[in-house]
């Protein structure tokens, strides 16, 4: 089943927010999935640690030599594994990147992110080359953006990335209180209540964005099936 890895070198690019929030729409779909924490602060550990009943399961503890089984092996039982790796390029990163269907590069709108998003492209260049020829799709999407201002500065660097034929995610991950309320509550997004602010936007977001991911890695008839199936 897809693999979906969360890549960046740079730390504090929301690698993990918006690897917790595709899991959980991919989850309200219907569709079951495993997260492999790979960071070494465990953020989506501590995550699972709390009450919420999301169906979204969490591995952690995993090594530079037990990641590909342990992709693999989650792959066989379950719809989307997603693996959300450590803010750095070391060989853990390198071996979960070779077992991808898609990666995710998430990109903050400033200088600094856009030149770590192309050290990312980089990585997954090079492991291209290790295996003979197949190529690793990734999209690079626009995180922590203001939802109703689109700054000259975002603008700047998505044209720029264009211009690179980089390709690009269409949704952008917006700032929510939402997304940082599911952290700090280890809740699901569905599990907030009306006092978080903008909650029905944050979901619409998110729903966007694993309609979009799972376009990207199906085709149109499983898509349809999955969605229709979790609103039976």
């Known amino acids: 089943m897809p693999v979906i890895v969360t890549a960046s070198s740079k730390g504090g690019a929301g690698k993990s927010t918006l690897t917790l929030v595709l899991a959980q729409a991919l989850d309200a779909m219907g569709a079951t999935v495993t997260i492999i924490d790979a960071d070494p602060n465990r953020p989506?550990?501590?995550?699972?640690?709390?009450?919420?009943?999301?169906?979204?399961?969490?591995?952690?503890?995993?090594?530079?030599?037990?990641?590909?089984?342990?992709?693999?092996?989650?792959?066989?039982?379950?719809?989307?594994?997603?693996?959300?790796?450590?803010?750095?390029?070391?060989?853990?990163?390198?071996r979960a990147i070779t077992q991808a269907d898609l990666v995710l590069i998430p990109l903050q709108a400033s200088a600094l992110d856009s030149n770590e998003a192309s050290r990312a492209v980089g990585l997954i260049r090079e492991e291209e080359e290790t295996l003979d020829g197949r190529v690793i799709p990734f999209r690079i999407i626009m995180t922590r953006t203001n939802p109703l201002i689109t700054t000259k500065i975002e603008s700047g660097i998505y044209r720029a990335l264009e211009q690179a034929g980089l390709p690009l995610m269409k949704t952008r991950l917006h700032e929510r209180q939402a997304f940082k309320a599911i952290f700090v509550r280890r809740a699901a997004l569905s599990e907030l209540d009306s006092s978080v602010n903008g909650l029905p936007a944050a979901i619409?977001?998110?729903?966007?964005?694993?309609?979009?991911?799972?376009?990207?890695?199906?085709?149109?008839?499983?898509?349809?099936?999955k969605i229709e199936a979790a609103h039976a």
Do not use: M
Not at 58 to 70: F, H, K, P
Not at 216 to 221: F, G, M, N, R
């Open 204 to 225: 619409e977001n998110a729903d966007r964005l694993a309609a979009e991911v799972v376009d990207l890695i199906t085709d149109k008839p499983q898509r349809t099936e």
């Open 44 to 94: 989506l550990i501590r995550w699972r640690g709390g009450k919420s009943v999301s169906g979204v399961q969490v591995v952690g503890d995993v090594t530079e030599s037990s990641i590909i089984r342990n992709i693999r092996d989650e792959s066989a039982r379950r719809q989307f594994v997603l693996v959300d790796l450590e803010g750095t390029a070391n060989r853990l990163v390198s």
